[in-house]
Structure formats: structure tokens, C-alpha cells
């Protein structure tokens, strides 16, 4: 187990005044420097665990908690199991450390495994467990599967999702600390889990679609988030919606022109079936609607254009609610997950024109043309009673990288999850 030292001071001979790491006959140390500091120390873990290094110990003066967590999120690999000793005594800090890795693992794994292992009910089923683990008694979850989604008028998930063998699934899971089946749900959230994107009839180039496992990052996201705030000692009821489903091309795929109505009676034409995270996340708005809870947040890989407008490292977020918008930055940058809010106005609503419907799910041009990322959360709007609550719509820019960068691994990152769990408590 490698020592890894804290130093502020500029590292000596002979690595020279600009080197991020110096070596000692049995440890490290880090030189963070002035500025960027957490940027430097993630990118010293990443160096770290690139030299094939899988355990270290935190060790000396300087590891406050967001240096800690920052050099975690450099050090933890892709495939490899990775041991940390953080340098903390403090218990409730090692508590919280040890909870946020768990959720944090525990998101990644999930949106790295390939689309074989991973198909809507795994997912669905991966979420129970992973929260009954935690949530204990509290929890209790149902699923409706397949051709059931169509009883209940869930349109979204089902037609996405038909043409897939494996069907799509809708996933209500609640968590009530209260012991009172009555009590008023205080948060819900809705994820999107689209398990692999072919991009349907309107299908994606091989090189936009190998990444495609990472589409269901928004219910992992959510589902992380809620795991992270029950182990923080969340004490008041939140519903998790996950829309769940693999978007592939067959003969019972849907098809551009296709007219959904949904629940609501705002009905949708397909212009592109490409642009699906929308179409299921209508549906768990809805029902996340009907719970009447004040407080509403969705995430998703949405958008490509959410990632030309804020890159990789902010994630986008949308609402109505300024206030709101103003608490999830802040926290964003409490925790280390950067978010950034971009335009979203009622008129947004009116931004994928349909003739033959209330609205299209897109429009026509490449990547939803001009503005795509909130003209998408325009159309989510639609589908939340944004009158009566306040609701965010996380778009997770920063959710995965196709490419290993010199602070993360390729593969999920798990940015989103705590500034989630912060909104939550």
C-alpha cells in the first residue's frame, strides 16, 4: 500500500517546481499548489493509479475532506478494485467518505457494464437491491413489465421499448422512514434508463452507439443519489421513478410519424426515434406529477447538445424555479460536481413544432437543431404540473467519458450524485 503525502509547497530537485507528484524511497507526495487545487489532486490520483498502483493510504497534514474525495475520483479505475486508507479520524467524516464511495462504486460499476448484462429489469431489479440494502424495511418497490405499461397508458416507456426482447419496464420504488403509509411524499425522482440506444430507425453511426451502455446513467444517477441521502440520515419519504428501456430497430420498433398520447392528452409525433430519454421520461414526470410532491428532479443523458454548451465537466441543469436553479448550483459546487443552468422558458415548449400533434419530440434538424438542449427540457416541462411544484432537470453532460482524460478514467464518473443528494436532504 502506497503513502500518498499532502504538500502545498512546490515539489524540490530533482522533479523540478512544476511537478505534480515527487517520489520517496516508500510514499509520494502531491503538490497541489495554489491554484486549481482539486483539479491537481484528482489529476496526482489518475497519474497514481495509471502506474498500476490499486491501494494507497492517505497520509498527513492537508487531507481535508474535498481533497480526499478528489483524489478518489482520480484513483478509482475503470475494471480494477481499487483500497483507499482515507486520512481521516473523524468518524462522521469517515462516514460520509465511505457512504458517498459506496454510491459513487456502486453507479459506476452499473453504467460500465455492457448492454448483454444490464437490460431494463436488471436495472430495475439492480436499484431494489441496491437500495433495500441500505433503506432496510423502508423500502418497498413495484414494477410493471411489458405489454402491462399499456394498461396503466404508460405510451412512452412501452413504445420506446417494444421493440426490444428484453421489455420495458417501469420501476416505482418508495421510500417512507416515516412508518406512515399516509405521510406526504416530499421528493420525487425520475431517471432515465435507457439500457442501450441503437438510436432506433433513426439509428445512431457505429461510433455514436459503443458508448451507448451509458444511457441508462440518469437512473443510475438518481438511483445513487437517494442510496447516498438515506445513509446521510434523510428522514423524509421520496419516490423513485426509473423509465426503463432498450431502444433497438425490429419489426415492432416504433417508427418516425408514429402519433403518442399520453396520459395528459398531449400528444407527440415521432420525427426522431434517436431522441427517446424524452419520450420515457414523459411518463415518469407524469406519475411523478400525481404524487403531488413538491419537489421534482430528473436526470438523464439527454443531449448532445447539452455537452457542446457546458463540455464534460459541468453538468446542465433546467427549471422554472430560479431560486431552485440558484440551491443546485451552489451545491454543485459545495460538492465538487459542477452544474451550470441554461435557458428554459415556457416558449420552449413551442420549440419542436408538429402539424399533426401538440408537439414533435424533436426537431427535424441534426442534434434537435439550434438550442437543443432546452428546447428537449421544454418538452419535458409539458409533462410536470410545474404550477405546484418546484422541478429541475438535470441534463448529465458530465455523466461519462468515452476517452480517459488526465483526471478520470473512461467510463462513468459519477458527477451528479451528490449534488442530488443534496437537494434531497
Not at 155 to 184: F, K
Not at 225 to 243: D, P, S
Not at 406 to 414: C, E, K, L, N, S
Amino acid at each position: 500500500m502506497l503513502t500518498v503525502n499532502l504538500s502545498k509547497e512546490p515539489a524540490r530537485a530533482p522533479w523540478g517546481i512544476n511537478a505534480l507528484i515527487s517520489y520517496q524511497t516508500d510514499s509520494v507526495t502531491v503538490h497541489y499548489g495554489d491554484t486549481f487545487s482539486l483539479r491537481r489532486i484528482q489529476q496526482a490520483g489518475r497519474q497514481i493509479q495509471t502506474q498500476s498502483i490499486t491501494a494507497v493510504s492517505l497520509k498527513g497534514d492537508g487531507w481535508n475532506y474535498e481533497r480526499q474525495w478528489a483524489f478518489y475520483c482520480g484513483f478509482a479505475a475503470t475494471m480494477d478494485n481499487v483500497t483507499i486508507q482515507w486520512a481521516s479520524i473523524d468518524e462522521d467524516e469517515l462516514e460520509l467518505l465511505n457512504a458517498r464511495r459506496h454510491s459513487h462504486d456502486w453507479a459506476r460499476t452499473l453504467i460500465n457494464t455492457g448492454p448483454d448484462s444490464i437490460y431494463p429489469q436488471k436495472l430495475a431489479q439492480a436499484a431494489v437491491q441496491f437500495l433495500s440494502d441500505i433503506g432496510g424495511d423502508y423500502i418497498s418497490a413495484q414494477m410493471i413489465v411489458g405489454d402491462e405499461l399499456l394498461a396503466d397508458g404508460w405510451i412512452g416507456i412501452h413504445s420506446v421499448g417494444r421493440g426490444s426482447q428484453h421489455p420495458p419496464v417501469l420501476l416505482e420504488l418508495d421510500y417512507n422512514p416515516t412508518g406512515n403509509p399516509d405521510a406526504p411524499i416530499n421528493a420525487c425522482l425520475v431517471g432515465k434508463g435507457i439500457t442501450f440506444d441503437s438510436g432506433g430507425y433513426s439509428l445512431k453511426p457505429s461510433a455514436g452507439m459503443v458508448s451507448m451502455k451509458c444511457d441508462m446513467g440518469g437512473a443510475a444517477t438518481v438511483t445513487a443519489a437517494l442510496g447516498y441521502a438515506i445513509a446521510q440520515g434523510l428522514a423524509q419519504r421520496v419516490k423513485l421513478i426509473l423509465c426503463c428501456a432498450e431502444n433497438m430497430v425490429s419489426g415492432d420498433a416504433y417508427k418516425l410519424g408514429d402519433v403518442l398520447t399520453y396520459n395528459n392528452g398531449v400528444s407527440v409525433e415521432i420525427v426522431n426515434t434517436d431522441a427517446e430519454g424524452r419520450l420515457v421520461l414523459a411518463d415518469g414526470l407524469l406519475l411523478a406529477s400525481a404524487t403531488k410532491a413538491p419537489l421534482i428532479i430528473d436526470a438523464a443523458t439527454l443531449t448532445g447538445a447539452a455537452m457542446m454548451a457546458v463540455g464534460s465537466d459541468y453538468n446542465a441543469i433546467f427549471g422554472f424555479d430560479k431560486p431552485l436553479l440558484a440551491r443546485a448550483q451552489q451545491l454543485s459546487e459545495l460538492v465538487n460536481e459542477p452544474a451550470w443552468p441554461l435557458p428554459l422558458e415556457k416558449w420552449h415548449q413551442d420549440y419542436c413544432p408538429s402539424a399533426f400533434a401538440d408537439t414533435a419530440n424533436s426537431r427535424v434538424q441534426k442534434g434537435g437543431g439550434m438550442g437543443g438542449a432546452s428546447n428537449a427540457a421544454g418538452f419535458l416541462s409539458r409533462f410536470v404540473d410545474t404550477d405546484n411544484c418546484g422541478w429541475i432537470h438535470f441534463d448529465l453532460a458530465a455523466c461519462y467519458r468515452d476517452n480517459a482524460d488526465p483526471r478520470w478514467a473512461v467510463g462513468a464518473t459519477g458527477l451528479g450524485i451528490a449534488n442530488i443528494a443534496g437537494l434531497l436532504l
